[in-house]
């Protein structure tokens, strides 16, 4: 657990670096093609909740990270306008969505992760 806060760190930029270009570049890809276009907002967004939430350690910020994803996700929406591409409110619903799924999923594995006490130190 040692290493996976600061690996997560490293990724954060490249991560958003990655879905910033995926939503703006002109044309879709053959792969937007094969597969549903909410699933791969749901699909990048619960990265980067996951990534942020195993970034922060699993603690209250994570909250304000999410709510920044959700902004970066909605004005990604509106940009996605003037590259010739739709914009749509059911793809800000599956960034918001997939945010909230990987910061919980993240939540979950750091929770999983911590050591467990086993024995008290307690004694009579």
């Not at 270009?21 to 699909?43: N, Q, Y």
């Not at 996951?50 to 920044?68: E, N």
């Amino acid at each position: 657990m040692k290493w996976g806060p600061t690996l997560a760190l490293y990724l954060v930029w490249p991560a958003i670096a990655l879905v910033v270009w995926g939503e703006l570049k002109p044309t879709p890809s053959e792969i937007e093609t094969l597969v549903w276009d909410k699933a791969l907002h749901f699909t990048a967004y619960f990265g980067l909740g996951g990534i942020f939430c195993m970034a922060l350690k699993g603690d209250r910020r994570v909250l304000a990270a999410i709510l920044g994803l959700a902004a970066l996700g909605g004005v990604l929406e509106i940009v996605q306008g003037f590259t010739g591409r739709d914009a749509s409110f059911y793809d800000e619903a599956a960034n918001i969505l997939g945010a909230f799924c990987g910061a919980g999923a993240g939540w979950l594995l750091i929770k999983a992760l911590r050591p467990k006490i086993l024995v008290s130190a307690k004694r009579d």
